[in-house]
């Protein structure tokens, strides 16, 4: 029985789309601008906090007279219950406890550690926008003010310098849904589960559907949708057929390479890790072992439920609940990669911050600067803009009387990370992050390195 490829999509209940995967018309793929040759090893956990998490009740600016019951009478942590960060001014959440493992170093607290976890503080881009979806859009496209822009930024970057059509799983969103940050024309995978990461059905169907790659480019002795897409290409003179066979090979090789990964058995994590627990502790625990077992070096991840309106809770509430399995996450990584730690970089990403005051509903409000982590084995840890020196007294009301205001752009964050972390040369910024440049001469303050990445 022979089947079109048309009858295998069909039969599989799953096109390209429905798999996290997209093609269109790619300016990228068409010219094959690998433009910066990057270490094969690099790689980027990114987690993003969905809902706005309140920097102010995360990284505690008791330095600031503002911060006090007054103004956060449920919301208020006492100097001696949160975690001193050795600056005299800033505290940690006391549920964050795991991230201290990383940030230790006699030169910060006086404590025996890497020194290896940035806490960055009032991180935000001008014109704040207060809405949900248009700052997740500008955070993952890396263009605010323009909410329609489909394409992500760290989906640029993966694209321009990794080429995903050769590594099928370099990059995938651990998620049910599709993150805009890897969005774009070349297929980058969306993976809910690595386990059931596949065609529905029984293994055996699955992997007879999968099938056999032919044995020579565009032969006919394959099998599956590995023999229909990897076979002859037909209506050879359509536009961008390379482009439709190449997504459809990738979409069945992401899936061998995740199912080849499980294979391997039960994942057991080293160094004594201990992941959360609940669905964000699942995919934690899978992102480090398809790390370890595959080729992938860009994987993100999402966590919800950040847009605290109402009974927020200070220590054991709803957002110390959170602020703790984010930081289990880290110290997780942090003794399970330590084999990856040099090369590895994890980033945090929420849209806004929260209002300095405490509303009637023992909760925040949608806000402007949050806060940022990043760690890795060349980061230079320490806190950034929460200091005595960057923050002067009530810079908790420094935006309309309600808000912290940004001292960096988010956009300049991620150009640390892009340059000095992947080696991008400072001229591909503007391909990763369009309007880069103009940005930085508009506002040039918020564009100031800080440094926090040790040069290679």
Not at 46 to 72: H, L
Not at 264 to 283: K, L, T
């Amino acid at each position: 029985m022979s089947w079109t490829r048309r009858e295998f999509l069909r039969a599989g209940s799953l096109t390209a789309v429905g798999a996290g995967l997209t093609f269109v018309k790619s300016d990228i793929f068409e010219d094959n601008a690998l433009a910066a040759r990057v270490a094969p090893d690099t790689k980027l956990i990114f987690i993003f906090q969905r809902g706005g998490s309140d920097g102010v009740n995360t990284v505690i600016p008791y330095g600031d007279s503002e911060y006090n019951q007054a103004n956060r009478p449920t919301l208020f942590i006492p100097r001696t219950s949160a975690i001193d960060l050795g600056n005299d001014f800033a505290g940690l959440h006391p549920r964050m406890a795991p991230m201290m493992e990383i940030y230790n170093h006699p030169a910060l607290t006086g404590t025996d550690g890497p020194g290896n976890l940035a806490i960055i503080h009032r991180v935000g881009y001008a014109g704040q926008s207060k809405s949900h979806f248009d700052s997740r859009q500008y955070w993952e496209n890396g263009v605010p003010g323009d909410p329609s822009f489909e394409e992500g930024m760290i989906y640029r970057q993966v694209a321009s310098t990794m080429n995903p059509l050769e590594n099928n799983l370099v990059a995938a969103a651990m998620s049910n849904s599709q993150m805009v940050a890897l969005k774009g024309p070349l297929p980058i995978p969306t993976i809910g589960d690595a386990e059931t990461f596949s065609f529905s059905g029984d293994p055996a169907g699955s992997i007879k559907f999968i099938g056999q790659s032919p044995s020579t480019p565009q032969g006919t002795d394959g099998s599956g949708l590995l023999g229909a897409y990897g076979g002859p290409h037909d209506f050879g003179g359509k536009p961008y057929r390379d482009l439709v066979y190449g997504t459809g090979l990738a979409l069945a090789n992401s899936m061998n390479i995740v199912q080849d990964a499980v294979a391997q058995g039960p994942y057991v994590a080293s160094g004594g890790a201990s992941y959360p627990g609940g669905a964000f502790g699942d995919r934690l625990e899978q992102i480090a072992m398809l790390l370890k077992r595959t080729e992938a070096r860009v994987l993100g991840v999402n966590i919800g439920g950040w847009d605290n309106h109402t009974n927020q809770g200070k220590i054991y509430g709803q957002h110390g609940d959170l602020l703790a399995q984010v930081a289990q996450g880290f110290g997780a990584f942090y003794r399970d990669l330590q084999d990856q730690w040099d090369k590895l970089l994890i980033v945090t990403m929420t849209e806004f911050g929260r209002t300095s005051k405490e509303n009637g509903s023992r909760g925040t409000d949608h806000g402007h600067a949050c806060v940022m982590f990043v760690a890795g084995g060349r980061v230079r840890g320490g806190v950034y803009n929460c200091d005595a020196s960057t923050w002067a007294d009530g810079d908790m009301f420094s935006v309309k009387g309600r808000y912290v205001e940004r001292k960096t752009d988010y956009r300049a964050v991620f150009g640390e990370i892009f340059t000095r972390h992947f080696g991008d040369s400072e001229d591909m910024i503007e391909t990763v992050i369009p309007g880069y440049a103009q940005a930085a001469l508009d506002h040039p303050g918020d564009f100031e390195r800080l440094n926090f990445i040790r040069q290679a």
